[in-house]
């Protein structure tokens, strides 16, 4: 069973669509009996990092994470879900995150081209750097879909693939268990499908 975390911060009804069109067992929930019980755990996430640490110390999910994460249950966030993994953030102050992968959560407005529009929305290609399992099976060039205006740094043993956006912008990470992407799986069509049964079989 697939356990989506349920911290008021997520896109859990395409999510677990998703899953279900792949034919996954999936369950949304807060219940952490339930989520200790999962074979993988997804942590999702829209909007801004502090909310999104703050809704995820409240549901009292923030030690549940780390406990399963370290247990070596496969652990994947996806978009603000992923930022969650790093050490902090810098979004609207400094913030603290799940500290599972080293790195930074920082503005991609001063890095990037001037000309360039953000927040990084919409449809661009993955530059895979590893053989990773998490992309087995899928042929390049592969596309995937973004809505970002923050973005991990600091984390380049980590990186699996990356996106250019005037710089290259980190799009994928692992760590042992742990697995992040910014990109949305549930959004990327046939591709992102792909992606989630890969990690649903890790």
Request: net charge negative; charged share 20%; hydrophobic share 40%.
């Amino acid at each position: 069973m697939i356990a989506v975390i349920d911290y008021g911060v997520g896109n859990l009804f395409s999510l677990k669509s998703s899953l279900q069109s792949i034919g996954e067992d999936a369950a949304v929930s807060r219940d952490p009996d339930v989520i200790r019980a999962a074979d993988h755990v997804i942590l999702p996430g829209v909007g801004a990092f502090g909310d999104a640490a703050r809704k995820l110390q409240e549901t009292g999910m923030t030690e549940v994470v780390k406990e399963i994460a370290a247990s070596g249950t496969p652990v994947l966030g996806i978009c603000v879900g992923m930022q969650l993994l790093f050490d902090e953030s810098l979004e609207f102050g400094r913030h603290e995150g799940l500290g599972l992968i080293p790195g930074t959560v920082d503005a991609i407005e001063p890095r990037i081209p001037a000309e360039l529009d953000v927040p990084h929305m919409g449809w661009n290609r993955l530059d895979i750097k590893t053989d990773s399992p998490l992309f087995a099976g899928i042929p390049e060039p592969v596309f995937v879909y973004f809505v970002h205006s923050y973005a991990a740094f600091g984390c380049d043993p980590y990186v699996i693939a990356e996106t250019e956006y005037g710089i290259p912008l980190t799009a994928a990470v692992t760590r042992e268990n742990v697995y992040g992407t910014q990109f949305h799986p549930e959004k990327s069509g046939s591709t992102g499908l792909r992606i989630l049964k890969n990690f649903c079989r890790l």
